[in-house]
């Protein structure tokens, strides 16, 4: 027993590419999963939640300003559903679609707190539940990405993973009285505690590849600067070793997990060369890209190579806050996306935010492909092994509605997720649906969360 305990730590090392101070972590592969042989399939049952014994990833993904509906909803459900004007980017990975009709938030409803719908579509997103209205005095609830992480993160370096594309904002007053911490977090840990998401691609990447202790991390990111070098530099004897033990198919794998990580290095590396871009009145730090397409796929790569190397298995990525009023000149629309908004029902307007609405798409699109084409440590991929939730806080911006959300639920759920149509839920708790994606991720104690009536069916 002691040599094959010998040969699990040997092995278990392994999932780390090492070499001057630096350390790389390795994509799941079947080379390295000592713990079957030593534990049995018993073991691969506990430590992992899908069928096939591979982790299962859960993600949530928040655009803003809701969606106009008539652009947005497929006119018929089922499998043989027509894609929508702004859903057709999805059209490639459709196999791992759902469009999920009729889902509400009733406690982002104004009522007698009156004003404040973009605070409320941000902090109820992922609570289900009635924020204070203060700019000080900060109360929401624990949102579903941490009731899992604290379930599941023991067996990952990270337990969450939270990014954001867009400013972060944790004091004052920013819609009607409430604080900004509700407009620009989506995550939280405690009712009072958000989640600061990470913006600069930068230091997500550092934080994921990072070079040791924080003392070393931050020396060896200086010396790679001067010397402009990669982390991959670092760990290439480690890897040419290693790539001679694997099976072909691992061979394979780890080229192509290798090929990504330098592909997202050199695009940071080429964001920073033209230094500090500003916006107005916000300085904007270095890895910041300043064009916000770009900012948005280095985000959505290092989410992939998050979960192509089991670093984590449950994330957010708050793609902007809702009331967002950013430009989208590169697709022919200068004005504000929330001055736009509110189109008053003016044609032209309509036709501007739909421009929008399906550039987010498209956005969300490539990500999809980008997970379909990894093969996972069970040769499915990591689609097939994912549950992607991606959505608005609010339905109707022009209306400032919260319900009959515009909602996608992408991935297979390691095989337990019915997709490939459009369904409409009449009505339900978009809690109802967290807590059937807790069930799927292990968690099944959890009898109700937020506003939740019951287990959502049917997907």
Known sequence: MKSNMSSFGALNRRHFLRGLGASLALPAMESLRPWRALAGEAAVARMATTASGAPLRTAFLFFPNGAIPAAWWPTETGADFAWSRTLQPLAKARSYVQVLGGLDHQTAIGGTDGGGDHARGNGTFLTGVRLKKSATDIRAGVSIDQVLARAVGKETRFASLELTCDAVQKAGACDSGYSCAYQHNISWSSPGTPMTPEVNPRLAFERLFGMGGPGERAAQFRRRQLEQRSILDFVREDARELQGRLAPRDAEKLDQYLTGVREVEQRIQNTERFGEVRDPGLATPAGIPSDYGQHMQLMYDLLVLAFQT????????????????????????????????????????????SEIDQWYAEQFGKFLEKLASIRDIDGQTLLHNSMIVYGSGNADSNRHTHFNLPLVLAGGGGGTLNSGRYVKHGGKPMTNLFLSLADRMGVKSLERFGDSTARLADI
């Open 310 to 353: 089991d670093s984590t298995r449950v994330a957010t990525l708050l793609l902007a806050h809702d009331g967002s009023n950013r430009s989208f000149a590169s697709i022919g629309v200068p004005e504000g996306h929330h001055d736009i908004s509110h189109h008053q029902d003016k044609p032209e307007l309509i036709q501007k935010l």
